[in-house]
């Protein structure tokens, strides 16, 4: 493997993003990345690292050798001292490609943006290719499964839409018994929290569920960049689904936020628009008890930030309100959770579409 | 039940158990390095593998290896020996009883009058001996992808490996890179559009092997539960509804989550001649887009859907909209039931085929 595809990007305007996918720590995605760099580096690319997460893991420290480690920045926060990625620091440098660790990260609060893939949008805006890692447990979309599984709730999640804009997403693969191998010989974590995390997370069945989970997620994102090449297509993509348009009926109902991760894959995978609403006697809810109100609101504000084109409609009657919706909007499927209010009616009324109810995910 | 639920052990102890049980019997263990094409890099990670296990103090050798893989042998520090003239020499590497074997070019023909006829077939007999086998396989020569890479490509391989070979390995492995990377400059968009294709369909492939090996733990363990890993869509039938559009829907979205399709009938008695007929050109339809049909005889099609749905581990039940307008208190409405009942399940109602 000679000749790296980073060179054969034609030069653009926003820097290119390549994401390095794995489905668990110590799988392996650093390791690649770092090895991709030094290709890079080799072939006098001007490269640097933004960030850099040992975790105390030789192999990986030592194929960061010869690279240029751009210095993290010092955050005070409660007390503490926290270091973070100097994005400020990465553009004064400006490098052609950077090398960013762990694209879900959360930085400490106080730092300029909340997310470490929101640091990423800003150093790809300047024109700078970046190469990041990423756990599939992180997607959003993927989190109640995650957590069926797993039990466990990733509260570190970046959106799927930020996902898909990447350029390149690498599945970096490794058998679950050969992670688990890592953990016990220490390779992974210290002693200790490798013992809790082989008990738990790292079990062969959750690593096997997460990691039939990452290569399907590989596999449909390579579909996806094809259907994005369309002009350049030799065999059409088989059996398109026409013009699928799904609305999600937001409540106050906790399963709400399911239902919108459930409804927002649906649409993704079968290449369909996707809208929400919720409906209430007037357009700022001032009829609701507050906290009823207050998580509309924030199912709202989720709805959005997963790029959801999301609506308040004031009307009396919810199922007529729906079905006028849908109707208009050329809606095709109607989601809901299983257990609000007045679902038969609106069942009853939306007969022409298709309805899905959506399960809250058990454990 | 009895005592014995009371110190059942853990799953993975139980995995464990069963492990133990398959080196007792002597088998060797079977790793495959499964590229979507050349020049993906599969014989550097199985080289990479071979010399770490070396390093932990492991008896390992090559069995058979490739020219370019011989240079990049030579590239590195340290050595891996080589037994015979590297073109898997079956009764010297018994002889030489290696704990760990490396063969490259798993897809080749032995030379006539040595070993089997094919290389696979030597490494399952490398297997029975107790040695462990390392080896790389590129998509085009796994048959049953023989067909759809011919259809990308235009080209098919002259030899090929069973497909239930990758099935039954212990371990497979994805090498993945991105087909720039592959194609080394020429950079035409249909060249990069089919590469996108292998690489997706080598994805999907070990996917299914994931998946496989996913089913097998939770059926030894009876986790019924779905972890909806793959979406499995149930469509579920009757005379009266509109099972055409749902069939269809159901294979459509099957197709597009890459999924497993079932369609189910519950015998209903009596129906007329016209009502018959089209159910029956409704679960031809069904056989024909490869739905896996089940029909069957059940006083109780919701308790029988639901039975189903949760052996099976589905993920989406699709059902027709009730015909009935009203339901009185002693006659619950039955998709009502369905719904409530089918916990971690969605379900998706069909429009009624006169309400179009």
Request: aromatic share 6%; with cysteine.
């Amino acid at each position: 493997m000679s000749a790296s595809f980073h060179i054969l990007t034609p030069a653009k305007n926003k820097g290119s993003l390549t994401v390095y996918l794995g489905y668990a720590a110590g799988s392996g995605k650093t390791y690649r990345m770092l090895e991709e760099a030094q290709k890079l580096k080799l072939v006098g690319i001007d490269i640097a690292i933004g960030y850099f997460e040992p975790h105390g893991r030789k192999d990986t420290i030592a194929k960061t050798e010869g690279l240029e480690t751009i210095p993290r920045k010092t955050i005070h926060y409660k007390g503490a001292v926290f270091e973070e990625m100097d994005t400020e620091a990465i553009l004064a440098r400006n490098p052609t490609v950077c090398l960013v660790d762990e694209f879900a990260h959360t930085n400490v609060p106080g730092s300029t943006r909340a997310k470490r893939w929101e640091d990423v949008v800003v150093i790809q805006e300047a024109g700078i290719d970046v190469l990041t890692t990423l756990n599939v447990q992180h997607l959003e979309s993927l989190n109640d499964q995650v957590w069926q599984v797993t039990g466990i709730r990733v509260r570190e999640t970046v959106p799927d839409w930020v996902a898909r804009s990447a350029d390149e997403l690498v599945m970096v693969d490794v058998t679950p018994r050969a992670l688990v191998h890592r953990l016990e010989r220490g390779v992974v974590y210290a002693p200790e929290k490798a013992k809790h995390a082989l008990e738990n997370f790292f079990t062969e069945a959750n690593l096997t569920a997460l990691r039939e989970i990452a290569l399907r997620q590989a596999a449909h994102q390579v579909e996806d960049r094809r259907e994005d090449h369309v002009e350049d297509r030799v065999i059409p993509i088989r059996n398109p689904i026409r013009d699928v348009r799904i609305l999600l009926y937001l409540t106050a109902d906790p399963a709400t936020a399911g239902l919108i991760r459930r409804g927002k894959r649906v649409s993704d995978y079968l290449h369909g628009e996707c809208f929400a609403v919720t409906v209430a006697k007037d357009v700022e809810m001032t009829g609701m008890p507050a906290s009823e109100r207050e998580k509309v609101e924030r199912h709202i504000g989720f709805a959005r930030n997963l790029q959801i084109d999301t609506k308040v409609i004031a009307a009396p009657d919810v199922a007529k309100a729906l079905t006028e919706f849908a109707n208009q909007n050329r809606i095709t499927q109607l989601f809901l959770c299983r257990d609000v209010r007045d679902r038969d009616r609106i069942i009853e009324n939306a007969k022409d579409l298709e309805i899905t109810v959506v399960a809250e995910r058990q454990r | 039940m009895g005592a014995s639920d009371y110190c059942r052990p853990s799953p993975d102890e139980l995995l464990r158990r069963a492990e133990a049980e398959e080196s007792q019997a002597g088998r060797g263990r079977l790793k495959i390095f499964l590229g979507y094409a050349p020049r993906v890099g599969k014989s550097v990670r199985m080289l990479d593998e071979a010399f770490r296990r070396q390093k932990r103090g492991q008896d390992v050798v090559i069995g058979s290896i490739q020219p370019r893989g011989l240079e990049e042998l030579r590239s590195r520090l340290g050595n891996i020996e080589v037994v015979g003239d590297g073109t898997l020499d079956l009764a010297a590497i018994l002889q030489r009883k290696p704990h760990v074997c490396l063969v490259d070019e798993l897809a080749l023909s032995n030379p006539p009058g040595r070993g089997h006829a094919r290389r696979w077939q030597d490494v399952l007999v490398l297997l029975e001996h107790g040695i462990t086998v390392l080896t790389a396989l590129n998509l085009q020569h796994v048959a049953e992808q023989q067909e759809a890479v011919e259809r990308i490509t235009g080209m098919r391989a002259a030899n090929s490996v069973p497909e239930d070979f990758i099935r039954r390995a212990d371990e497979i492995v994805i090498v993945d890179v991105p087909p720039e990377e592959v194609t080394l400059g020429r950079r035409q968009p249909s060249q990069i559009e089919e590469l996108s294709q292998l690489r997706q369909l080598a994805l999907l492939l070990a996917a299914e092997v994931v998946e496989l090996e996913l089913q097998r733990y939770m059926d030894l363990h009876g986790i019924q539960q779905s972890w909806g890993t793959q979406e499995r869509i149930l469509v579920c039938i009757t005379p009266r509804s509109n099972a055409r559009r749902m069939i269809e829907s159901g294979s459509r979205n099957a197709a597009s989550f890459h999924g497993q399709l079932f369609v189910v009938y519950v015998i209903q008695p009596d129906l007329t001649r016209e009502l018959q007929e089209s159910l029956e050109a409704n679960l031809d339809l069904a056989r024909k887009l490869g739905a896996e049909l089940h029909i069957i005889d059940c006083g109780d099609p919701i308790g029988a859907i639901l039975e189903f749905a949760r052996t099976h581990r589905i993920t989406q039940i699709f059902a027709g909209h009730s015909q009935r307008r009203r339901w009185s208190l002693w006659n619950s409405n039955p998709l009502d039931r369905l719904i409530q009942a089918a916990e971690g399940i969605d379900v998706r109602i069909f429009p009624h085929p006169h309400t179009r």
